[in-house]
């Protein structure tokens, strides 16, 4: 089984490029099979998610041509309709498989996915998605593990979210796209990469207006067509690098990103201690020796996002004093604080909130990656702790990030990708 085994103890210092936006790319290459002709997507980053969505995507009868190892061009032409819109077996390894159901029902009026699974950070229901469907006039049978989702016609429509969710605003909007009249979805997510799933429905001839606003307001065309997209800068693994550079107490360089989606994240890291410099696409991350306790609460966007809480929480977890994190956007999102105190760390769960009583540092341990995000935030606390760590169930890891372990090695840390315990011996050896 594939693991990471990795010697703390350097601070992170260099340069990093980040890869294209994963959550964008879910959207995005969803949303490209709702045209017959060929669209051409550039920037997808090359990770688990994106590469089993696109089979997902060839499954339904679409073609699928990698250009190079970042672009990818999509005919949704070759789909037959009658015989091609039930996606299975793909959906169980990527719940974003379900943003096929929108796509597949604007553009058909009908499609079926399996129920979605999906990383364990608690109840994750799709009520919302469905209330968007039927709101527009399609029926929602749910049987057999399968949703099913039909209509005679997709007819415009005001639709109020309940709760903000990025996965419904994004599957009602693509269902929206083609229906007939003006629909409305009020108290929308605003997430960059709900304004980057619109652009790019608008480049292809879609008529969406006010994405990155809590009102997004669409006007149904008649159909959709060819285009060449280049998908935004992944906020996600940009904030995980900042985090691992303060959490090394390095200095590294993040390049290819867009500054303002990372505000959260660097008023944080600003709040404890640290510079962070802002140039137009990239942003330093200095740490000093000590930094100190804060608060963070997750909220929707513009708020400090739920994906970038457990590599924070190792941050405060060496921060001095008390710090508090509050989870309002997941229930069961603190399942690496148990890995975490077998390194050494303080921390006490109590309902949503952590409290984090700062240590010196960590030490190494053998810990397992619980999911995409918590598994990231052990790569970091593996950085900083004495001596060597194994981190295990990378394949959670390898689901969101792209050349990881390469990534880090180009900042001097030292991890390995290994299989076995000789490549294990062999790496302690190596590195002493
Ligand atoms: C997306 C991201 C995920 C991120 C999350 C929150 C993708 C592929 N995944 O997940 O990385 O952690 O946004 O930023 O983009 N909810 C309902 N009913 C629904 C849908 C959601 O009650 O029908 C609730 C959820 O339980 C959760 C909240 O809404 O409490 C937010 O979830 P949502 O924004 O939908 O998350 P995802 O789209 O699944």
Redesign the pocket.
């Known amino acids: 089984m594939e693991q990471y085994v990795i010697k703390g103890g350097r601070p992170l210092e260099g340069e990093v490029t980040i890869a294209g936006a994963?959550?964008a790319a879910?959207?995005i290459l969803a949303a490209a099979v709702m045209t017959d002709q060929e669209v051409t997507i550039e920037n997808v980053p090359n990770v688990r998610d994106t590469r089993v969505l696109l089979q997902a995507i060839q499954g339904i009868g679409a073609r699928v041509r990698y250009i190079d190892e970042h672009t990818v061009a999509i005919c949704g032409g070759t789909i037959n309709p009658n015989t091609d819109l039930c996606v299975d077996e793909y959906i169980r390894k990527i719940?974003?498989s379900y943003y096929l159901l929108g796509a597949l029902l604007g553009k058909y009026n009908h499609s079926q996915v399996a129920l979605p699974g999906?990383c364990d950070?608690?109840?994750?229901?799709?009520?919302?998605?469905?209330?968007g469907f039927e709101a527009l006039g399609a029926h929602v049978d749910i049987a057999n593990g399968m949703i099913s989702v039909e209509a005679d016609e997709l007819i415009g429509s005001h639709i109020y979210m309940?709760?903000?969710?990025?996965?419904?605003t994004?599957n009602v909007m693509m269902a929206a796209v083609m229906a007939n009249g003006k629909t409305t979805i009020e108290n929308a997510?605003k997430?960059p990469?709900i304004v980057d799933v619109a652009n790019f429905l608008n480049s292809m001839g879609a008529n969406i207006k006010g994405a990155g606003t809590d009102v997004i307001r669409i006007r149904g065309v008649k159909s959709l067509h060819g285009t060449t997209y280049s998908i935004i800068p992944d906020q996600?693994e940009a904030g995980t690098f900042m985090v691992a550079a303060a959490a090394t107490r390095g200095n590294v360089l993040i390049k290819n990103v867009i500054p303002k989606h990372l505000e959260a994240t660097t008023a944080k890291l600003e709040e404890i201690g640290c510079e962070v410099e802002e140039f137009d696409d990239a942003v330093r991350v200095r740490a000093p020796h000590v930094l100190h306790r804060t608060h963070v609460k997750t909220l929707?966007?513009p708020g400090y996002?739920?994906?970038m809480q457990p590599q924070m929480a190792v941050t405060l977890a060496l921060s001095n004093g008390t710090s508090i994190i509050t989870e309002s956007?997941?229930?069961n999102r603190f399942k690496y604080v148990a890995e975490l105190s077998r390194m050494g760390a303080h921390i006490r769960v109590e309902g949503n909130t952590a409290i984090l009583d700062g240590v010196e540092t960590f030490t190494g341990a053998n810990v397992a990656a619980p999911d995409l995000r918590a598994g990231a935030a052990l790569v970091i606390a593996a950085l900083v702790a004495n001596d060597f760590s194994t981190v295990c169930d990378i394949k959670y890891i390898q689901r969101g990030y792209e050349k990881f372990d390469e990534k880090l090695r180009g900042l001097g840390a030292l991890i390995e990708k290994v299989e076995t315990d000789k490549e294990i011996q062999k790496f302690k050896l190596k590195v002493g």
């Open positions: 994963k959550n879910l959207g719940r974003a999906g950070i608690g109840a994750r229901p799709i009520d919302l998605h469905i209330k309940d709760v903000i969710s990025v996965g419904a994004i997510a997430e990469h996600i929707p966007y996002p739920t994906d956007i997941f229930e």
